[in-house]
């Protein structure tokens, strides 16, 4: 059986947040799917805890209320937390509370969901009905006495913990602080942008840290790529071919221009992916080649037979300008498994030999909007996400890897314009990075 679509869009939800607040929705009941009746109400949504019923006229009249009590057995309540609400074609949400010290919120086995008097599905019927007295002022009440319904919904409302990393994404977001976190999404893509651009690496080492990214192939390396050009293009590009059946065959590095030609000081380098195997995928003392300089652009990998000392193009004595400064694992959250046990151990053998190096290394979790659905309807959510928190824990526990190293993040597949939070996610990402190739530097001085 397919999953019951939610006729909320994401803008309504995002609208309902104003009253809400940072809650998760889960569709319990759909009368279209479910039933128009009492009973196929009551079996849904008996027991559920705070809940939110929504109503729908027609596409652009929506309104319902919200209960933090139970719906069950034949009882009245009283609910000081209830309200109905009205939700327009503009976003705006207007809320209306219960007047006090009235019965408020009603679990009537022959009736749908009922705040005080008003009752949707009264006996069976396609309407929301007044069956007495109010327990709210008629003024300004978001729907009449008797409407008929076209679609009726119920949603448990889930508060979401506080979020497991500080970040913010909220495009409603008001400046009221000076501090980064607290900026407009548009402000603070911006400033991150600008941060990253004008970012000098400890005592000037080199013009450009160099960032190797490796990891299973089908991860999104070379989607990654692109979506950092895209960034700082101003536009979605696809300059590092991706989705190929064979994926990246040889060694690219790529460099980033904004449209006034001015350059960040980064390199990201592209590799063939890993294979669980050694027949295929990219030779693991190649990637040791690359991280220590010895590989040239543009070096075709061979998967039998890593580069040697003789093999034409070998650097022999790379400058620190050559060498790697960080390495980067990108790792594919939507699976059920992240690794395998065979690729965990091919993951951590390759970690192993670059901590000897005392190179940094990070994990970019790609793909989030994939894993989650919830996510990919609004990334907004993402720091609060269980699901993708886990999936971090996972990769945390698999590599032995520190939280503050593993950044979740989705590349531009889909989407052909440019959208702040995404965006937001890879630079915050790619700004540690580059601390974290400052801390390989001053170490070096040590």
């Known amino acids: 059986m397919s999953a019951i679509t939610s006729r909320l869009t994401a803008k309504n939800q995002k609208d309902l947040s104003e009253i809400l607040g940072k809650v998760n929705l889960h569709l319990l ?14 079996d849904k949504c008996d027991g559920q805890g705070p809940t939110l019923t929504v109503g729908y006229k027609d596409s652009q009249c929506i309104f319902g209320g919200y209960t933090s009590e139970d719906f069950g057995t034949d009882e009245s ?14 976003g ?15 679990s009537l086995l022959q009736h749908g969901p009922s705040f005080g008097s008003r009752v949707f599905l009264p006996y069976g019927k396609k309407k ?52 980064e976190y607290h900026l407009h999404p548009f402000r603070r893509r911006l400033k991150l942008i600008q941060s990253i651009q004008s970012y000098k690496l400890y005592r000037n080492t080199v013009p450009k840290a160099r ?35 064979t ?18 000081p980064l390199i990201l380098s592209d590799t063939m992916g890993l294979a669980e195997g050694t027949e295929s995928g990219i030779h693991v003392d190649d990637i040791i080649n690359i991280v220590e300089g010895h590989v040239p652009k543009k070096y075709q990998f061979n998967e039998a037979s890593p580069i040697q000392a003789d093999t034409k193009g070998y650097i022999k004595s790379p400058a620190i ?67 993708i928190e886990q999936k971090v824990l996972e990769v945390q526990r698999k590599l032995r890897m520190p939280v503050s190293c ?30 974290f190739v400052d801390d390989y530097f001053e170490n070096l001085d040590d």
Not at 92 to 106: A, C, G, Y
Not at 216 to 242: D, E, Q
Not at 247 to 253: A, H, I, P, R
């Open 92 to 106: 705006s949400v207007k809320k209306f509370d219960v007047e006090p010290r009235t019965v408020d919120h009603l």
């Open 29 to 42: 009941y759909k009368a279209s799917v479910h039933g128009f009746s009492a009973k196929a109400f009551h």
């Open 77 to 90: 309540k009283m609910d000081d937390k209830a309200f109905l609400f009205q939700l327009n074609d503009a």
């Open 128 to 179: 929301i009905s007044n069956l007495g007295q109010s327990s709210w002022s008629k003024k300004n009440l978001p729907f009449e006495d008797n409407v008929d319904l076209v679609e009726c919904e119920v949603y448990r409302v889930e508060e979401l913990k506080a979020p497991w990393r500080k970040i913010n994404l909220n495009a409603g977001s008001l400046i009221s602080r000076h501090d």
């Open 321 to 387: 300008a050559e060498r790697i400064h960080c390495v980067v694992y990108v790792i594919d959250a939507n699976k059920p498994t992240i690794l395998s046990p065979a690729m965990e151990k091919k993951m951590c053998a390759i970690q192993s030999q670059i901590a000897e190096l005392e190179i940094p290394q990070v994990v970019l979790l790609t793909k989030v909007d994939e894993a989650c659905p919830l996510i990919g309807k609004d990334l907004e959510n993402i720091y609060w996400n269980e699901h």
């Open 406 to 435: 593993i950044f979740p993040v989705t590349n531009y597949w889909l989407d052909i314009n440019l959208v702040f939070t995404m965006d937001i996610l890879i630079l915050s990402a790619l700004l540690q990075i580059l601390r």
């Open 211 to 245: 960032v190797l990214l490796i990891g299973p192939i089908g991860g999104g390396k070379s989607s990654f790529i692109n979506s950092v050009n895209s960034i700082f293009r101003g536009v979605v590009t696809n300059r590092a071919l991706a989705g190929g059946i």
């Open 247 to 264: 994926g990246t065959e040889m060694y690219s590095t790529y460099s980033f221009r904004q449209k006034d030609k001015t350059s960040p």
